[in-house]
């Protein structure tokens, strides 16, 4: 099962990376619990977490997802990821404009799964590495 979920979450993974969205249905049940990692304001489930990778991909386009550590135990995969890109777009949701400063930060996630599909996620980036990275700090220049 370890390894089977393992692939599952490696292809989630991969779609986001590729802003291959309507190829992520397959992989998350239709209760699928975001609810420890999903942005207030946006709907639950995959439904939110795709309105909250857009907004991600509107202020870093060019944004690339390398995967470090992906471990599988039972029905969880851990999974440590390298993120980068510039800040082309501006990130409103910290009132900081488009000024090409380059992100370079972890993100960690654990995936749970039933049967083959995602029932619940819990996600972790370095928000405060990010804002330091694209100027968003008072008294930052």
Same mark, same amino acid.
Do not use: C, T
């Given at each position: 099962m370890?390894?089977?979920?393992? +692939? /599952?979450?490696? !292809?989630? %993974?991969?779609?986001?990376?590729?802003?291959?969205? *309507? %190829?992520? *249905?397959?992989?998350?049940? %239709? *209760?699928?619990?975001? !609810?420890?990692? #999903?942005?207030? #304001?946006?709907?639950? &489930?995959? +439904? #939110? !977490?795709?309105?909250?990778?857009? &907004?991600t991909m509107q202020s870093f386009p060019d944004r690339k997802v390398e995967i470090l550590d992906l471990i599988a135990e039972g029905d969880r995969v851990f999974v440590r990821n390298r993120v980068t890109g510039a800040n082309?777009? &501006?990130? $409103?949701?910290?009132? /900081? $404009?488009?000024? #090409?400063? $380059?992100? *370079?930060? %972890?993100?960690?996630a654990v995936y749970r799964l039933k049967d083959g599909k995602v029932v619940e996620h819990w996600g972790m980036n370095d928000a405060l590495l990010l804002l330091m990275q694209i100027g968003g700090l008072p008294g930052q220049p």
């Open positions: 370890s390894q089977e979920n393992a +692939a /599952v979450v490696r !292809s989630i %993974e991969d779609a986001w990376d590729a802003g291959k969205l *309507d %190829e992520l *249905d397959q992989y998350f049940a %239709e *209760d699928f619990d975001n !609810s420890q990692s #999903g942005v207030q #304001g946006l709907p639950k &489930g995959l +439904a #939110g !977490s795709k309105m909250a990778h857009q &907004g082309q777009g &501006g990130f $409103p949701l910290f009132q /900081v $404009p488009a000024n #090409g400063k $380059p992100v *370079d930060f %972890e993100s960690w």
